[in-house]
């Protein structure tokens, strides 16, 4: 099989190579079978969903990478993000749910903000309580549903409770994946458990890691997304289909089973991305291959670096083949692709989001309430529907997925869902306001050399934290357990100042925003 170097490949080649013979026949069945129907689902489109994993906003081509990075710097490669983006909307002011990823991908699956939601703070495997979820309205479409990846919610792992918010029981119809939160911690997942979770995968509710054994899991759930929708095409081509892909990267890696022979932190695959596509099954990695392979553009940078680039880029060449993928099987033009991260940039097993400015024009990262640790990049694709170039400046956050969602499959939105539909701001309207807002608490502090920095500007800025934003200005407070001065509310305009160096709380002129932003902050508290 032909493989490539990702630098080979420019952005415009996310239309090109030919499917594996097995794949394109059943595309070619999939669309005939298309042709005496209406669109999916009677006009409704397809959605692809993709996760990204601690991927700051400065991490991606189209939001920091080429847009605002000399020349001169070195740069991650995203050419098929890249190319979504121009092709789509962009999202500049789009805001995850919380800093770190438990809280954030509950919120996110059951459209509810922090502060409203049953799992906060780091709630590692915790299971929530809420009925409704992206699951349950997008089948309640008419969708079939799959969830791929990580989910980190279902209760088990780390949290020792029973498992009770299992894909399967909130409304997905199939899950392959890991259940637990730090089966993330590696990329090559294997059989063991690690303070109680387990590392490997699940297809369903069975024990599948052996479907996984050596193989590097960018490419295995790539493999698998394009593996269910050939097969759903085939079989219900008149039905369509929701896929939530939450892939580990960027998340730090450190955990190596025996299968594992190099076990360096931040892994990387043990070869290039096949020129053609990956394909259902897949081929294990040779042992001593695994972790090893650097894609050729980063080379020459330091070895965390150059691992960092190599496990994004790898992620952007599954996006790209995946979006060849719906093409071949003549159905891109009206599926929605969704493109975001859980939080900010990582500082975790040797990371550092220094290097590359991961958190873009941003100070702060995972865990902190300030911009770099939660404004994240986003994307949402369709042709059909999106027009090229758009790009969306206004305030979203993560809870609005489930309500946009809801109108995208001609349905209402639960009523606790907190967020508001975005479909009219990609349509060039002004739509309703997101309400904008978080909280979180990490009593640990930082300690490396990239949470110095930002401590040093600062201060020590942990502990219980608060943000919300109202047109282009932002309130936060943290340490809010000290109280007095550490805990007082900070005001920054984060449009004039994104990088938020100038408290405006002691500016004369600001009295009336400050005094009714700390109300909304003390009203939005919850314990």
């Not at 490669?77 to 789509?88: M, Q, V």
């Not at 043990?270 to 392979?293: F, K, S």
């Not at 349905?411 to 967020?419: E, R, T, W």
């Not at 909304?520 to 314990?527: A, G, Y």
Request: glycine share 12%.
């Amino acid at each position: 099989m032909k493989t490539h170097a990702t630098e080979r490949h420019p952005a415009a080649d996310v239309g090109r190579a030919a499917l594996p013979r097995r794949l394109a026949a059943m595309c070619a069945i999939a669309v005939l079978a298309l042709a005496p129907l209406a669109a999916a689902g009677a006009g409704k489109p397809h959605v692809v969903f993709i996760l990204a994993d601690d991927l700051g906003y400065g991490d991606t081509g189209f939001s920091w990478q080429q847009r605002a990075r000399a020349a001169a710097q070195a740069r991650i490669l995203t050419p098929n993000l890249d190319r979504l983006a121009r092709e789509g909307a962009t999202m500049t002011s789009h805001y995850c749910a919380a800093p770190v990823c438990a809280p954030s991908r509950a919120s996110l699956m059951l459209g509810r903000v922090q502060g409203r939601c049953s799992l906060r703070d780091n709630c590692f495997d915790h299971a929530f309580v809420e009925r409704d979820t992206l699951g349950t309205v997008m089948k309640s479409a008419g969708y079939a549903t799959w969830a791929v990846g990580k989910w980190g919610i279902a209760g088990g792992g780390e949290s020792g409770e029973p498992v009770s918010s299992h894909p399967l029981d909130k409304g997905f119809d199939y899950f392959y994946g890991f259940l637990d939160h730090m089966a993330g911690h590696t990329y090559y997942h294997y059989e063991g458990h690690i303070r109680g979770a387990f590392m490997g995968i699940t297809e369903n509710r069975t024990n599948a890691t052996a479907s996984a054994e050596g193989i590097y899991s960018t490419d295995l759930f790539a493999a698998k997304a394009k593996e269910l929708i050939s097969a759903h095409l085939a079989s219900k081509p008149g039905k369509p289909f929701f896929l939530y892909l939450a892939v580990n990267a960027i998340h730090g890696s450190g955990q190596s089973g025996d299968n594992l022979p190099d076990k360096t932190p931040l892994h990387v695959p043990g070869r290039p991305y096949p020129e053609d596509g990956v394909t259902w099954p897949l081929e294990r990695e040779p042992a001593a291959a695994r972790n090893t392979w650097i894609n050729p553009a980063y080379t020459n940078l330091p070895p965390f670096a150059a691992r960092y680039a190599t496990a994004i880029t790898r992620m952007d060449d599954a996006i790209g083949d995946i979006a060849r993928h719906l093409e071949r099987c003549g159905i891109a033009e009206d599926t929605l692709i969704i493109f975001t991260s859980d939080n900010g940039p990582a500082d975790e097993y040797g990371a550092d989001p220094r290097f590359f400015g991961s958190n873009g024009p941003f100070d702060g990262m995972k865990r902190d309430v300030f911009e770099g640790g939660m404004r994240v990049p986003a994307i949402a694709h369709w042709p059909a529907r999106i027009r090229p170039g758009t790009v969306d400046n206004s305030p979203s956050q993560f809870h609005d997925w489930m309500a946009t969602l809801a109108e995208v499959g001609g349905v209402g939105k639960p009523g606790l869902c907190d967020g508001v539909s975005l479909l009219p701001r990609w349509d060039g309207k002004r739509g309703e306001p997101s309400l904008v807002y978080t909280q979180y608490e990490f009593p640990w502090g930082g300690g490396t050399a990239a949470f110095a920095g930002f401590k040093a500007r600062k201060g020590d800025v942990r502990g219980l934290q608060q943000m919300v934003r109202a047109g282009d200005y932002v309130a936060l407070r943290t340490r809010m357990r000290e109280g007095g001065g550490a805990a007082k509310v900070r005001l920054y305009n984060v449009v004039e100042d994104p990088f938020q160096s100038r408290d405006l709380a002691g500016d004369e002129s600001q009295r009336a925003r400050l005094k009714a932003l700390t109300k909304s902050l003390d009203d939005r508290f919850k314990e």
